[in-house]
């Protein structure tokens, strides 16, 4: 008797749901849209301020008083600050139409002064001050002649400080000597 026997059939492969067509966006006609492009607004961008240096503007005054007893006349120098900010450093030469010896010379900062010729004094600031806008700083040198002057002379005060007003720069004094006694 033959027996039958119940083979195992195999388990079915698991299966995968069908796949769902999908469809592709219809093509436009013509060439493609161009998307909206952000527009930049202006915006104001503050300057940044630049530090521009400004020259200083110094005016120069002279004035004289003479002993002539002693053949000496002392020159009073006044610088005075016109500019904008306060400044450091002044330097002058004083020239004067006849031979003289400068004898002294004083004011604030220690100015020093030497001669270049027997003509020309040179001062500079040993000790710079600071001259404020419309500050001064004052100067005076005594000089002395090799005898009273027999006729006038011109007494005249440069600044060598570069600034903005040239015009004010200097300044002359003109001294007129006593007539000689008989």
């Known amino acids: ?16 749901p ?3 067509p999908t469809k ?6 013509g060439p493609p849209a161009a998307s909206p492009t952000p ?16 020259l200083p503007d110094f005016g120069i005054q002279k004035s004289a008083q003479c002993d002539w007893a002693q053949a000496q006349c002392t020159f009073n120098i006044l610088v005075t ?6 400044q450091m450093g002044i330097s002058i ?14 004011g604030p900062g220690g100015p020093i002064c030497f001669m ?6 040179r001062c500079d600031d040993r000790y710079p001050r600071s001259v404020p806008h419309n500050g001064t700083i004052g100067m005076g040198l005594v000089v002395q002649f090799p005898a009273v002057p027999l006729k006038p002379f011109q007494n005249c005060v440069y600044l060598l400080t570069s600034d903005a007003n040239p015009q004010n720069n200097h300044a002359c004094v ?8 008989p």
Do not use: E, H, Q, W
């Open 1 to 16: 008797t033959a027996c039958a026997r119940a083979t195992p059939s195999p388990t079915p492969a698991p299966t995968r």
């Open 18 to 20: 069908p796949a769902t």
């Open 24 to 29: 592709a966006p219809p093509k436009p006609a």
């Open 39 to 54: 527009v930049a607004t202006p915006v104001a961008v503050p300057a940044t301020p630049v530090a521009v240096p400004l």
């Open 81 to 86: 600050n016109y500019g904008p900010d306060t």
């Open 93 to 106: 030469t004083d020239t004067m139409t006849i031979s003289f010896a400068l004898v002294g010379f004083g």
């Open 116 to 121: 270049i010729t027997p003509s020309i004094i």
């Open 174 to 181: 003109t001294i007129v000597p006593p007539p000689p006694t």
